[in-house]
């Protein structure tokens, strides 16, 4: 059974740097094709896609967040890693892991999701 | 701004059918594959259709996807209470490597 989950702070202030956590299990991020991406969904608003990590260590970033985003693996845990620079108030969103199909296209199964407010 | 656009709201009786379109352009659905999201109120979004078409397991046959040039549409027949939920369509854009999702159309069943 694959499942995935995010931990990382509740509450950033506004120009922190947010780190957040996705910790996998029933596949491994070294085996050839297999990839994690994060989204996001600030309350109310629609899904946001923000990285994406693949086995060979190759990465993608949404094209608006690249300059604050970066994402890496650490495949003897089973985890992978969002870091977001420079928070800001509408930066508030329910950040989700999951993982990709090998061909990089869907998303499943996703986490839980956990909700980060950017307040002072 | 979504890349890829969706009705914000689609509304329907049990029993009826329902189609709800998402769409793009060449760089996105004209070339790639489009697959549908379901997010109940208060969950995590769930896999509903991939590659156009299929459906995970699980997922009943009353759901069906369909693409045809730049757009995608999700059909949902006999429509049940249960299938209240916003829907999601997603589709990796060549132009900006890296995916896209519509805006959500919350589906209402009334």
């Known amino acids: 059974q694959v499942t995935l989950r995010e931990s990382g702070p509740a509450l950033v202030k506004p120009t922190q740097t947010l780190t957040l956590t996705c910790t996998f299990s029933?596949?491994?991020?070294?085996?050839?094709?297999?990839?994690v991406s994060w989204i996001r969904q600030p309350p109310g608003k629609a899904l946001e896609w923000l990285a994406r990590?693949?086995?060979?260590?190759?990465?993608y970033y949404s094209t608006s967040l690249k300059t604050r985003l970066t994402i890496s693996k650490d495949t003897s845990k089973n985890q992978v890693v969002l870091t977001m620079t420079n928070m800001d108030p509408v930066d508030t969103a329910t950040y989700y892991c999951a993982r990709n199909d090998p061909g990089g296209s869907w998303f499943d199964p996703w986490g839980q999701g956990t909700l980060v407010t950017v307040s002072s | 701004q979504s890349v890829l656009t969706q009705p914000p709201s689609a509304s329907g009786t049990p029993g009826q059918r329902l189609t709800i379109s998402c769409s793009g352009s060449?760089?996105?659905?004209?070339?790639?594959?489009v697959n549908w999201y379901q997010q109940l109120p208060g969950a995590a979004p769930k896999l509903l259709m991939y590659?156009?078409?299929q459906r995970p397991s699980g997922v009943p046959d009353r759901f069906s996807g369909s693409k045809s040039g730049t757009s995608a549409s999700l059909a949902i027949s006999g429509l049940q209470s249960e299938d209240e939920a916003d829907y999601y369509c997603a589709a990796w854009d060549d132009s900006l490597n890296g995916m896209v999702f519509g805006g959500g159309t919350k589906l209402t069943v009334l």
């Open positions: 029933g596949f491994s991020l070294s085996s050839s094709g297999r990839c």
């Open positions: 590659s156009n078409n």
């Open positions: 990590i693949d086995w060979d260590d190759a990465k």
């Open positions: 060449n760089s996105n659905i004209g070339y790639n594959p």
